[in-house]
Structure formats: structure tokens, C-alpha cells
């Protein structure tokens, strides 16, 4: 990394922890209060694991995140970890990074944000309350868990922030995963594409159809494009449109378009709402497009697909 690209990366740190300390009304004195507090928990690290994964046996799916002793004991040593650097490390962009593998770890491992949120509930109260010794002043003990609850919060929002993230690109992965098996446009034949549509046809998904069309007219230098429709449960007008851009499309790459599966009902519906579907050539089924092209092309049922 260039000393350009780190000075950037150390501004946008500063200015989140800068954001973020303004957020949750985080100053100095509450850092203080926090690692002042921490003299009196952090010596009972072993005992805060014990009483919260005494907790945690009882929580549903336990044995599905914790299989065997060995992963059990390597998150306990993570856990007294995060809380000796909660009450003893600064709070930088380096406290902030950490917060962030701690949300994109929960995120992988599916732990659901439900059991996080009470888990970092139930170790509030743990710190605040079982492992209190009683040696401040009321004052002084109220200020602390101010500045603790705060801070609780900030680590949590990090956290939930992380893990939306991550998670929102899973589902986005998976989104574009099954776009693009919904649109499997196969060759079938030398110099034939076949692609049949199933279910609705909105705009995005009308892009990834000419996307993934144009893409393998473009890989197999194909002539004819066949796309079956009797499988697509609405034609209305927009449908109807989004199926003759794709037509026009393929047909400037020197490949022509033969709609199928085109139905009574289709037909009369697309009259009646007027589109002009202009030099598209259309078959009631495959096996007529099918025939259409291969006539079209000069091709026979000997060649080589």
C-alpha cells in the first residue's frame, strides 16, 4: 500500500470514529470511566466465560455453533479477548476493524443477530451486576455503566452494520447466481440458440436475458436465436416489449430472433393491446421454430449441433 493510499485509509477511519463517537455521545471521560471499570472485571475474565456460556448452553442451537470442545474453547479464548480489549484498548480504528470481523464472522456462520443481541444483553448484565465488587461510589458506579452501555451499544451497531453487509452480498450472489440459471441460453444446433423463459418477466430480469443472449451469440457467432415463451405466466404490455428489444438486439449482431410458445390467448392479448411487434417472427410452438429455422438457414437433421 502506498503511503497515499494508507493516509486515506487512516482519514476515513478517523472521521467514522470521529461519527461514531458523536453518535452514541462517547467523550473522553466515559474512555476513562471504562478502563477504570475494567480494574475491577477484567481479573474476572474466566469467571464472566463460565457464567456466560453456562448461559449460552441452554440457547437453542448451541451444539450447531459450538460441535465440539475444541471450537467451544478457541471462542472462549475470543470472548476474553474482545472484553479485555472492550475495557482496556482505546477505541481506533484498529478497536473499530476488530468490531467489524466480529460481525462478518457471525455473518458466515449464519449466528442469527437475535442471539447476538442477547448475548451482548446478557453480558452487560454480567459485568454490571455479577461481577460488580461494590467498591465505587453510587455516583461513581451509575457514571461507569453509562459510559459501559454506551460503548455496548456502539460495538453492537458495528457489528449489525458488518454483518447486513455481508450478508446483504450473499443474498445479491445468490440473486445473480439464479438469474443467470433462469436464463441458460444453450446451443442446440449448429448455428442455433435456444432459450425458454419460465415465470414472470420483469425489466431486470428482461436485461439478463439480452445480456446472456447477446453473450453467447457473440461466443458462438449463432444466426438463429429461439426463445420460448410458453412457459412465461403474464404477457402484458411491458412483457411484450421487453421480448421485441430482445429481438432487435440479437438481430443488430447479425442473428435473427423466433419468439415460440405463443399461444391463442397470447396473441389475442398482445392484438388487443396494440404492440407493434413489427418484423418479429413468431411460432405457436418449438417444433414450428425449430423447422422455421433450420428452413431459414439451410441446415437439416444430419449436421452437427
Keep these: 500500500?502506498?503511503?497515499?493510499?494508507?493516509?486515506?485509509?487512516?482519514?476515513?477511519?478517523?472521521?467514522?470514529?470521529?461519527?461514531?463517537?458523536?453518535?452514541?455521545?462517547?467523550?473522553?471521560?466515559?474512555?476513562e470511566k471504562i478502563h477504570s471499570y475494567g480494574d475491577i472485571v477484567v481479573p474476572q475474565l474466566d469467571k464472566f466465560v463460565a457464567l456466560f456460556y453456562g448461559w449460552l448452553r441452554n440457547q437453542p442451537d448451541f451444539d450447531v455453533f459450538f460441535p465440539d470442545e475444541a471450537t467451544l474453547a478457541h471462542v472462549q479464548n475470543m470472548s476474553r479477548r474482545y472484553w479485555n480489549d472492550f475495557f482496556r484498548?482505546?477505541?481506533?480504528?484498529?478497536?473499530?476493524?476488530?468490531?467489524?470481523?466480529?460481525?462478518?464472522?457471525?455473518?458466515?456462520?449464519?449466528?442469527?443477530?437475535?442471539?447476538?443481541?442477547?448475548?451482548?444483553?446478557?453480558?452487560?448484565?454480567?459485568?454490571?451486576?455479577?461481577?460488580?465488587?461494590?467498591?465505587?461510589?453510587?455516583?461513581?458506579?451509575?457514571?461507569?455503566?453509562q459510559a459501559v452501555t454506551k460503548r455496548v451499544h456502539l460495538d453492537t451497531s458495528l457489528v449489525v452494520d458488518t454483518y447486513a453487509r455481508i450478508t446483504n452480498e450473499a443474498m445479491g450472489a445468490q440473486s445473480r447466481t439464479l438469474m443467470e440459471m433462469s436464463t441458460p441460453v444453450t446451443q442446440i444446433w449448429q448455428d442455433v440458440l435456444f432459450l425458454p423463459i419460465v415465470g414472470i418477466v420483469d425489466s431486470k430480469r428482461a436485461q439478463e436475458i439480452m445480456n446472456a443472449a447477446l453473450t453467447k451469440i457473440a461466443e458462438t457467432q449463432s444466426r438463429a436465436?429461439?426463445?420460448?415463451?410458453?412457459?412465461?405466466?403474464?404477457?402484458?404490455?411491458?412483457?411484450?416489449?421487453?421480448?421485441?428489444?430482445?429481438?432487435?438486439a440479437t438481430r443488430l449482431m447479425g442473428c435473427e430472433c423466433t419468439i415460440s410458445g405463443l399461444s391463442p390467448a397470447i396473441a389475442q392479448t398482445i392484438v388487443e393491446l396494440g404492440i407493434d411487434v413489427g418484423k418479429v417472427t413468431t411460432t405457436a410452438t418449438m417444433q414450428d421454430a425449430l423447422v422455421d429455422v433450420f428452413n431459414r438457414l439451410g441446415l437439416n437433421f444430419g449436421g452437427n449441433p
Design 1 to 31: 500500500m502506498s503511503d497515499q493510499s494508507a493516509a486515506i485509509d487512516d482519514n476515513d477511519g478517523q472521521s467514522r470514529l470521529a461519527t461514531l463517537r458523536a453518535l452514541y455521545s462517547i467523550r473522553d471521560d466515559d474512555l
Design 225 to 248: 436465436f429461439i426463445m420460448d415463451i410458453s412457459g412465461v405466466a403474464v404477457v402484458d404490455t411491458a412483457v411484450a416489449n421487453y421480448l421485441i428489444k430482445v429481438t432487435k
Design 89 to 145: 484498548h482505546d477505541l481506533d480504528d484498529v478497536y473499530l476493524r476488530q468490531c467489524d470481523r466480529i460481525g462478518e464472522t457471525h455473518a458466515r456462520i449464519g449466528l442469527p443477530l437475535t442471539i447476538y443481541f442477547a448475548a451482548m444483553h446478557r453480558s452487560l448484565k454480567l459485568f454490571t451486576e455479577d461481577l460488580y465488587d461494590n467498591s465505587l461510589t453510587s455516583e461513581d458506579y451509575l457514571s461507569a455503566m
